[in-house]
Each structure stands twice: as C-alpha cells, then as structure tokens.
T-cell receptor
Framework: ETGVTQTPRHLVMGMTNKKSLKCEQH?????MYWYKQSAKKPLELMFV???????ENNSVPSRFSPECPNSSHLFLHLHTLQPEDSALYLC???????????????????FGAGTRLSVL | DAKTTQPNSMESNEEEPVHLPCNHS???????IHWYRQLPSQGPEYVIH???SNVNNRMASLAIAEDRKSSTLILHRATLRDAAVYYC????????????FGGGTRLMVKP
C-alpha cells in the first residue's frame, strides 16, 4: 500500500462511452500526476497538478480531461476514446517544495497500482 | 532532462548480489540520480536517489561514479520479489517536478 489509491483497477469501455478514472492520495502531498503506460513503451507523463493548478499538459488529446478538485483527489475523464488509448493509467503524488514532517522525502513520486483500460 | 542508458535486461541468481548499471554521460551539476522499480502488475515505486555521494537504504545501495557520468544500483541479496523493471532517472529539482522514464532494465531472478 503506497498511500495512493486508484479506482477502478480494470475498465472496459466502448469508443462512444464516457468514463472517469479516480485517484486519491492519503499522504498530504501537494502535487499529483497522470501517466500512461502502453505495451512495450516507457511511461509517458500526461498531466501534472501542483497545488491544484495544472502545470503540465504533455500534448495529450482533448478526449482526456483531467480534474483536480482538491489536493487529495485527481480524476481523468475519458470520452470518445480510440483503441490505441488502451493502456495502464497510473496516478502519482509527491510533495514539492518544503519537506514534510515524518521523514518523507520531497520530490519523490508515489504511484498507485493503476487502472488497466481496454477500449473496444 | 538528461538521458540515461540502461541494459534492456539482466539475470541474477537468488540470494546473490545484483549490480544494475546506468550511464548518464550528459548529467548536469544539479541533476539528482533517482531509481524506481516496477513490479509486475504494479505502479513504479521509489528505490533510492543521490547526488554525488554513495547512498544506502533498506532496499538498496547507490554507487555514483566520481565524475557522475554513471551509477550502479546494488541489491545486496536478490530475492524472487526483486524481479522487476528498474528505472534510472535524472531529475533536476530546480527544473520542475517531472520524471522522464526510459525503458529501464528488466531484472529476472532465478531460484
């Protein structure tokens, strides 16, 4: 258990569906991330939120829409996806800036187990 | 981010030490060397990081070359649970909070 929880763990959707992936972190961190991991490709950074503001959008198609309502929650809204969007979607969090109490390192990313998405 | 080069795969015997190399010849003075690993069906997890000096923690040791152009992650006694993809990543703490993952090294541990 890393303190970062992703739901659902598995998702199958058609190309016309709308679904959302959820990520919740219980670590008191101030930054959250979405990554995509396709088969036989390195992890690709999609979005970065720092202090609930989106600070990075790595040329991701508009059919992926992130939302960060507070520092503990991050969503990825999906609509009109393509089969090539099938992948493992990973969420991570980190503490950027001043150190946290309790010996946690700053700038270390803690990942969830991911959502395995299949688009039919 | 400066790039790193790692072997695609390595094999080890259980309970023997493993040395995972990483080359980063274009490292800058402010780049930290981070190692993460990804076990099957899980997200990546942090292993260790360092700047210039060798580092030890409960998971592994990190040996950094004097010129910082290469580093080695050392697992002192490999177990079957250490079978994973190991990623060596350079991160400049002054240049934002992103990690750029490469292909990593797939470590296989034989019983």
């Amino acid at each position: 258990e890393t303190g970062v929880t992703q739901t659902p763990r598995h998702l199958v959707m058609g190309m016309t569906n709308k679904k959302s992936l959820k990520c919740e972190q219980h670590l008191g961190h101030n930054a959250m991330y979405w990554y995509k991991q396709s088969a036989k490709k390195p992890l690709e950074l999609m979005f970065v939120y720092s202090l609930e503001e989106r600070v990075e959008n790595n040329s991701v198609p508009s059919r992926f829409s992130p939302e960060c309502p507070n520092s503990s929650h991050l969503f990825l809204h999906l609509h009109t996806l393509q089969p090539e969007d099938s992948a493992l979607y990973l969420c991570a969090s980190s503490q950027e800036g001043p150190d946290l109490a309790g010996g946690q390192f700053r700038n270390i990313q803690y990942f969830g187990a991911g959502t395995r998405l299949s688009v039919l | 981010d400066a790039k790193t080069t790692q072997p695609n795969s390595m094999e080890s015997n259980e309970e023997e030490p493993v040395h995972l190399p990483c080359n980063h010849s274009t490292i800058s003075g402010t780049d930290y060397i981070h190692w993460y690993r990804q076990l099957p069906s899980q997200g990546p997890e942090y292993v260790i990081h360092g700047l210039t000096s060798n580092v030890n923690n409960r998971m592994a040791s990190l040996a950094i070359a004097e010129d910082r152009k290469s580093s080695t992650l050392i697992l002192h006694r490999a177990t079957l649970r250490d079978a994973a993809v190991y990623y060596c990543i350079l991160r400049d703490d002054n240049a934002g909070n992103m990690l750029t993952f490469g292909g990593g090294t797939r470590l296989m541990v034989k019983p």
